[in-house]
C-alpha cells in the first residue's frame, strides 16, 4: 500500500506542486522570521560586546523612572563628580573615567536638515581621547568649547569634513560647532550598530547632554592586574551604596541586548502572525486540492478496495501522501525563509539600522523545528477531511464509471451556524465585554472561529451567489458554461472563494477601522482646536523633535497673533504611577488656541506647584480642586503639586498639564509642539511666513496650518493600511494560487467532458474564455463575501472603540469596488495557464481518457 501511494504520488508531479506550493510559502515566512531575529539579536550581540570591551566595571545611578522598551526612553541620572572619586579610591581600581553620555545629539547635515535615525541613538558624548575602540581617522578630538568631533558614520551621512562649521540640536535650541575630528572604530567600523556619535569637551556635553556641569551618566572602571570584575564589582557596588547600578562589563552587554530583545520579539510575533494567516488560507488550498484529488481517484481509491485495502489504510494512503507533501513544502518554505531572513536582515542593516554589521546568517533550530512542525501539520490536518471521505468510496465504484455525487449542505450549514455563533460570541466578549488580560487572545480567536464558520456556510450561499454573479458573463456561450462549471460543486467553489475571502476581509476590516479613525481624528481635532497655526514635525528618530522655546514669546508678538503657546512632554510617576504628562509656558494661551473652558477651577497661569488635570483622571482617582499629588519627573526630586483645575477630556492636549518650570526635569526640555491663535479678521497668509521665518534655526520643525496639520497627523494611519496589505499580499497570493491550483485539477478532471465539448464545436478560443469565466466568477465572489465579511468586522470593532474616540464610521467604498475589480483580474491572470492547457487538450485522446 505504501508503495502504491508513493509511486501514485510521483505519477502526479504537477498535483504535488501545486498542493505544496501554499505550505512552502506559509513556511517561508515562519523560518524568515526565526533567521531574520536570530540574525540580528547575534548582530547586536556583538555590537554591545564591543562597546563594553573597554568596560570591567560599569557603575550608573539609578534611574527615576524606569521606562520598558515600548513605554519611551530611559533618561539617565547623572552621577556626581564626588562618586568618580569615591570609586577610585576602591582598592583593585586601575582607572575610573566618568563618562558623559546621553541620547539626544542631532547634527544638522551640509543640506541643513537634521540627520535621522530609524532606530539607533543620537549620543552626544564628552571625548575622552583615543582606547583600544576609538581610533581618530582624520583631525583630532574637540579641545575648546566651540569644538566638535563625530564618528565617521555621522561625517559620511551629513556631507560635513574637519574644518566645517557644524549645527547640532542637543538639551538647548542649535549651536554651531567647528569640526574638528573625525573618528571611527577597530575593524574599520564608521559606527557601532548605527549609532551616531557627537563628542564634545567635557564641560560643553555635561551642560548639552545631562543639563548640568560637573555630573557624569556613568563611570567606566577599570581593573587592576590579577583582580576579576566581578569581584571589584562587589567592592565598588558596597561602597557607593544602594542609589546605583554596579554591574560587570559583560553585564552590561547582557542588559543591553536583552532589552532589544522585546523589540526583536514583537517584531518576530508580527511575522509570524501574518504567517499565520498565510497558512490558514493555505489549509483551504490544500483541502481542495486533496478533495479534488480523491475525486479523480475514486476509480483507483475503489479498485485498491476491491483488492483486500481497508478503510485504514486508505485513510493511511491520503495521509502518506500529505506527510511527503508537507515534508518537501516544509524543507522548501526552510531553505526560501532562510532567502528571506536574510534579506530582511540585510534591509534593517543599511536601512533601518544605519550601517550595522551583520552576524553570519545561521539557521537557528527554533527555524527549523517549526518550519517542519508547522508544514508537516497544517498540510495533515487539511488532508484528514479528504482521506475519511476516500475511505467511504465503496469497492463497487471500481466496476463502473462514477461521478462524486454532490452531498447535501444540510449538516455542513448547521456546522457553519454554531461555529459562526461561536465566534460572533467570542468577538462580542472581546470587544463589548470584559476579558480582563486575554482580551487580544478572545478578539483573535473569535476572528479566527467566525472565518472558519463563515467558510463552511460559502457553500450555501455559493450557488445563488456564483449565479448571479455569472449572468454578467452569459451573453456567450463560453460565458454560460462557465458560469454553470463555477456553481455546479458548491463545496470546491465555496473552499477555493474561502481562501480569498480571508486576505481581502483582514485588509477591508483594517481598512474600515483605520479610516474611521482618521475621520474621527480629523472632525475631532477640528471641533477642539481653535489655532489657525501649528508648530510641530515628523518623529524620525527615538526622540521627538523639539524648537527653540524663545519660538513661542516671539510669534505671540506678531501683529494679528491672540495667543500662542508652547507643550513639552515627558514621563513621570504621579503618585507611584507611570504617566505621560504635559507642560505649557501659558496656561491660559494654551487655553485659548483651544477654545476651552475650566470644568472646576481656573485655567489661568500655572504655579511652579500647581497642576490641572482632565476630569476623567480626577474622577478615576477621586481627586479634585485642592487635592495634592506627588510628582516624580525624569530627572531631580519628586514634588507635590496643588489641582488647581479640571477640564472635560480632549478639550485640551493630554490629561495633565504642568508648569513650565516642571521642564527643567523632563527628558526632553525644549518644546514639542506649538500652537498659535489668530485675532478674528487676521490674515493667516500674512501671519503663518513670519511664523516660519522663527524657525530658521529649528529645522527639525515647521509651522503649518491647521487643516495641514490634521491631515499629516491623519495620514500616519493611511501607512499603516499600507504596510498591512503588503503583509497579507501573501495571504491573497495564496489565494490566486488556490483558484490557479483548482482550475488546473478541474481541467485534468474533466479531461473528458472538454474533449467531448471541443469534438461537438468548441473552439479553443470559446474553451479558454469557459475557463476564465469560471475563474473571474470564483475570484469575485472571494472578494465579494471578503469585502462584506471585512466591513462587517470593521463596524464591530469601530463601535467598540467608540468610547476610545472612534466616533465616526466610514465604509471605504472606493477600495472595496477596487477589490472586487482587482479580483477579476486576479481571475483572469488566474486562469491563463489551466486555460491554455485546456486549449491544448487533444480531442481523441480526451475523449478515450478514464
Do not use: C
Not at 497673533?561 to 504635559?582: F, P
Not at 472646576?600 to 495634592?628: F, H, M, R
Not at 511664523?691 to 499629516?712: G, M, N, R, W, Y
Not at 481541467?747 to 476564465?772: N, S
Request: hydrophobic share 50%.
Amino acid at each position: 500500500m505504501l508503495r502504491a501511494t508513493l509511486k501514485s504520488l510521483l505519477a502526479r508531479k504537477l498535483r504535488l506542486i501545486l498542493s505544496g506550493l501554499a505550505v512552502v510559502l506559509g513556511v517561508m515566512f515562519v523560518a524568515g522570521a526565526f533567521v531574520v531575529t536570530d540574525t540580528l539579536s547575534r548582530s547586536f550581540d556583538s555590537v554591545f560586546a564591543s562597546a563594553y570591551s573597554t568596560t570591567d566595571v560599569g557603575v550608573s545611578a539609578k534611574p527615576k523612572i524606569e521606562v520598558a522598551e515600548f513605554e519611551g526612553e530611559q533618561v539617565t541620572t547623572p552621577l556626581a563628580a564626588s562618586v568618580v572619586g569615591q570609586v577610585k579610591g576602591v582598592p583593585g581600581v586601575e582607572k575610573a573615567t566618568g563618562l558623559v553620555e546621553a541620547d539626544g545629539a542631532r547634527v544638522i547635515g551640509s543640506d541643513g536638515k537634521v540627520l535621522t535615525s530609524m532606530g539607533p541613538p543620537r549620543l552626544g558624548v564628552a571625548w575622552t581621547g583615543m582606547d583600544s575602540l576609538t581610533e581618530v581617522r582624520e583631525g583630532r578630538g574637540p579641545a575648546a568649547a566651540d569644538e566638535i568631533a563625530v564618528n565617521a558614520a555621522v561625517a559620511k551621512a551629513a556631507g560635513i569634513k574637519v574644518g566645517d562649521r557644524v549645527g547640532v540640536l542637543t538639551l538647548e535650541p542649535k549651536k554651531e560647532f567647528t569640526l574638528v575630528g573625525v573618528y571611527g572604530y577597530t575593524g574599520n567600523r564608521d559606527s557601532l550598530g548605527g549609532v551616531q556619535e557627537v563628542a564634545f569637551t567635557e564641560p560643553v556635553a555635561q551642560k548639552l547632554m545631562l543639563g548640568e556641569t560637573g555630573v557624569y551618566s556613568s563611570i567606566r572602571v577599570q581593573a587592576a592586574d590579577g583582580v576579576t570584575p566581578a569581584a571589584l564589582r562587589d567592592r565598588i557596588a558596597s561602597t557607593v551604596g544602594a542609589g546605583f547600578d554596579t554591574k560587570t562589563g559583560d553585564q552590561l552587554a547582557e542588559d543591553s541586548a536583552a532589552g532589544l530583545q522585546e523589540g526583536l520579539s514583537f517584531f518576530n510575533n508580527i511575522l509570524l502572525g501574518f504567517a499565520g494567516v498565510a497558512l490558514f488560507v493555505g489549509i483551504f488550498l490544500i483541502l481542495n486540492t486533496f478533495s479534488i484529488i480523491i475525486a479523480q481517484r475514486t476509480r483507483e481509491l475503489a479498485m485498491m478496495r476491491a483488492l483486500g485495502a481497508s478503510r485504514r489504510q486508505v485513510i493511511a494512503s491520503v495521509l502518506v501522501e500529505a506527510v511527503v507533501i508537507g515534508l518537501l513544502a516544509a524543507t522548501l518554505g526552510l531553505a526560501a525563509g532562510v532567502g528571506v531572513g536574510a534579506g530582511l536582515a540585510y534591509l534593517f542593516g543599511t536601512l533601518g539600522g544605519g550601517g550595522l554589521e551583520l552576524a553570519p546568517i545561521g539557521v537557528p533550530l527554533a527555524a527549523v523545528i517549526s518550519s517542519y512542525a508547522v508544514g508537516v501539520v497544517v498540510t495533515v490536518l487539511a488532508a484528514v477531511l479528504p482521506a475519511l471521505r476516500a475511505s467511504r468510496i465503496a469497492p463497487i465504484a471500481a466496476m463502473q464509471d462514477v461521478a462524486t455525487p454532490d452531498r447535501p449542505l444540510t449538516r455542513i450549514t448547521v456546522a457553519g451556524g454554531v461555529v459562526t455563533a461561536a465566534g460572533a460570541a467570542a468577538l462580542g466578549v472581546g470587544l463589548f465585554g470584559d476579558a480582563g488580560d486575554a482580551t487580544l487572545w478572545t478578539i483573535l480567536g473569535g476572528v479566527l472561529v467566525s472565518f472558519i464558520g463563515i467558510a463552511l456556510l460559502t457553500p450555501l450561499i455559493s450557488k445563488p451567489v456564483v449565479s448571479g454573479i455569472g449572468r454578467l458573463f452569459s451573453w456567450s456561450l463560453p460565458g454560460r458554461l462557465g458560469r454553470l462549471n463555477s456553481g455546479r460543486n458548491p463545496r470546491r467553489t465555496a473552499i477555493t472563494a474561502a481562501a480569498l475571502m480571508v486576505g481581502i476581509a483582514l485588509v477591508t476590516g483594517v481598512t474600515v477601522v483605520m479610516d474611521s479613525a482618521k475621520k474621527s481624528l480629523k472632525a475631532e481635532a477640528a471641533s477642539v482646536l481653535k489655532a489657525e497655526v501649528i508648530i510641530s514635525g515628523d518623529q524620525n528618530g527615538p526622540r521627538p523633535p523639539t524648537y527653540d522655546p524663545a519660538v513661542v514669546g516671539r510669534a505671540a508678538a506678531i501683529p494679528g497673533v491672540r495667543a500662542a503657546a508652547g507643550l513639552w512632554n515627558d514621563q513621570v510617576l504621579i503618585n507611584g504611577e507611570k504617566h505621560w504628562v504635559d507642560a505649557t509656558d501659558d496656561l491660559a494661551a494654551l487655553t485659548e488656541t483651544y477654545g476651552a473652558t475650566a470644568a472646576s477651577g481656573t485655567l489661568a497661569t500655572l504655579k511652579d506647584d500647581q497642576i490641572a488635570v482632565s476630569v476623567p483622571e480626577a474622577t478615576t482617582y477621586g481627586w479634585q480642586v485642592g487635592t495634592k499629588v506627588k510628582i516624580q519627573p525624569s530627572r531631580g526630586d519628586p514634588r507635590d503639586y496643588t489641582i488647581v483645575a479640571t477640564y472635560a477630556e480632549d478639550t485640551l492636549p493630554g490629561s495633565y498639564l504642568l508648569p513650565l518650570a516642571t521642564t527643567r526635569d523632563f527628558g526632553v526640555t525644549q518644546p514639542v509642539i506649538g500652537f498659535v491663535r489668530l485675532d478674528d479678521g487676521a490674515s493667516l497668509a500674512q501671519v503663518l511666513p513670519q511664523v516660519k521665518a522663527l524657525l530658521a534655526d529649528s529645522p527639525e520643525v515647521s509651522a503649518q496650518d491647521a487643516t495641514a496639520f490634521i491631515d499629516q497627523q491623519a495620514a500616519s494611519l493611511d501607512m499603516v493600511i499600507t504596510m498591512i496589505q503588503i503583509l497579507l499580499a501573501l495571504a491573497i497570493l495564496i489565494a490566486v494560487l488556490g483558484v490557479i491550483n483548482t482550475l488546473a485539477l478541474s481541467v485534468l478532471e474533466r479531461t473528458r467532458e472538454l474533449g467531448l465539448l471541443r469534438a461537438v464545436g468548441l473552439g479553443r478560443a470559446q474553451t479558454m474564455r469557459m475557463v476564465t469565466v469560471e475563474a473571474v466568477v470564483i475570484s469575485v465572489f472571494g472578494a465579494l463575501l471578503g469585502v462584506v465579511v471585512g466591513a462587517g468586522l470593521g463596524t464591530a470593532v469601530t463601535r467598540a472603540l467608540e468610547s476610545d474616540g472612534i466616533t465616526e464610521l466610514v465604509l471605504p467604498w472606493a477600495r472595496m469596488g477596487t477589490y472586487l475589480v482587482l479580483a477579476a483580474v486576479v481571475g483572469v491572470i488566474a486562469a491563463v495557464l489551466p486555460a491554455i492547457r485546456a486549449a491544448r487538450l487533444n480531442v481523441l485522446g480526451a475523449i478515450a481518457h478514464d
